[in-house]
């Protein structure tokens, strides 16, 4: 699981859907947590009509940002570490179970695959294109979860790494935590190559605990310091 997300909209770009803009509104803090998010307000100030503000807010319920209240409208909803440290228990289920069914049914061109993935991710350097980071490691996880039966648990998997990839996204990925993305993706691999879901499990609940802390322990310091930096 890599700790970014894409480079999102720029503050002002019109050319962003009202979904966009209004996300990274609530991600970059420019509205606040349990802030009311009124539907001719937002409308106004992003020059839209009503609709499209009401189905940005359904879909931002669906995905975690906005909590929606019967007689009450919509509300920002606080993206803390508290936040962060329940999505990632959830994926700490959710990510060994996938991985170990993939185990059982991995091909070698499967293998392959991830292992090309990996020397391409391997191959960056720290400060070249995040955007080619996050699409190969996205292709990596997709390779191993898309093709599962429980649909339901594949799309909350999607829906928790946008969210927690949104949330990372003004933070730097520290020189460390990037070294151990990459040795954690090629452990994952030997233990799929082996056939051996155990370890495979044990590889992915690791993985996933550490791009949660990394996460984490990033909003602490921009609490601190009021500013992203490395951890």
Same mark, same amino acid.
């Given at each position: 699981?890599?700790?970014?997300?894409?480079?999102?909209?720029? &503050?002002?770009?019109?050319? #962003?859907?009202?979904?966009?803009?209004?996300?990274?509104?609530?991600? +970059?803090?420019?509205?606040?947590?349990?802030?009311?998010?009124?539907?001719?307000? =937002?409308?106004?100030?992003?020059?839209?009509?009503?609709?499209?503000?009401?189905?940005?807010?359904?879909?931002?319920?669906?995905?975690?940002? *906005?909590?929606?209240?019967?007689?009450?409208?919509?509300?920002?909803? &606080?993206m803390d570490a508290d936040f962060v440290r329940d999505i990632v228990e959830i994926e700490m289920l959710i990510e060994p179970k996938l991985t170990r069914w993939f185990v059982g049914m991995a091909t070698a061109e499967d293998i392959r695959a991830l292992d090309g993935l990996c020397a391409?991710?391997? #191959?960056?350097? +720290?400060?070249?294109?995040?955007?080619?980071?996050?699409?190969?490691?996205?292709?990596? !996880?997709?390779?191993?979860?898309?093709? !599962?039966?429980?649909?339901?648990?594949?799309?909350?998997?999607?829906?928790?790494?946008? =969210? +927690?990839?949104?949330?990372?996204?003004?933070?730097?990925?520290?020189?460390?935590?990037?070294?151990? @993305?990459?040795?954690? !993706?090629?452990?994952? *691999?030997? #233990? =799929?190559?082996? !056939?051996?879901?155990?370890?495979?499990?044990? @590889?992915?609940?690791?993985?996933?605990?550490?791009?949660?802390?990394?996460? *984490?322990?990033?909003?602490? #310091?921009?609490?601190?310091?009021?500013?992203?930096?490395?951890?």
């Amino acid at each position: 699981m890599d700790d970014r997300q894409d480079s999102g909209t720029q &503050p002002g770009d019109r050319r #962003a859907s009202v979904y966009d803009r209004l996300r990274d509104d609530i991600v +970059l803090g420019r509205v606040k947590p349990h802030e009311r998010l009124k539907v001719s307000e =937002i409308a106004a100030r992003m020059g839209s009509s009503t609709n499209p503000v009401r189905e940005a807010l359904q879909q931002l319920r669906g995905e975690g940002f *906005v909590i929606l209240e019967p007689n009450r409208g919509a509300r920002v909803r &606080p993206m803390d570490a508290d936040f962060v440290r329940d999505i990632v228990e959830i994926e700490m289920l959710i990510e060994p179970k996938l991985t170990r069914w993939f185990v059982g049914m991995a091909t070698a061109e499967d293998i392959r695959a991830l292992d090309g993935l990996c020397a391409r991710m391997e #191959a960056l350097k +720290l400060d070249d294109d995040h955007e080619a980071q996050y699409e190969y490691d996205t292709q990596f !996880h997709r390779l191993m979860y898309d093709r !599962h039966y429980n649909r339901n648990a594949v799309e909350l998997w999607w829906r928790h790494r946008n =969210i +927690l990839g949104a949330i990372a996204r003004p933070f730097t990925v520290s020189p460390k935590r990037r070294n151990d @993305v990459l040795a954690e !993706h090629r452990a994952l *691999v030997d #233990a =799929i190559r082996r !056939h051996d879901a155990d370890e495979a499990a044990r @590889v992915i609940e690791q993985h996933v605990e550490g791009s949660g802390r990394h996460i *984490v322990e990033q909003m602490r #310091a921009m609490d601190r310091s009021g500013r992203a930096r490395a951890v």
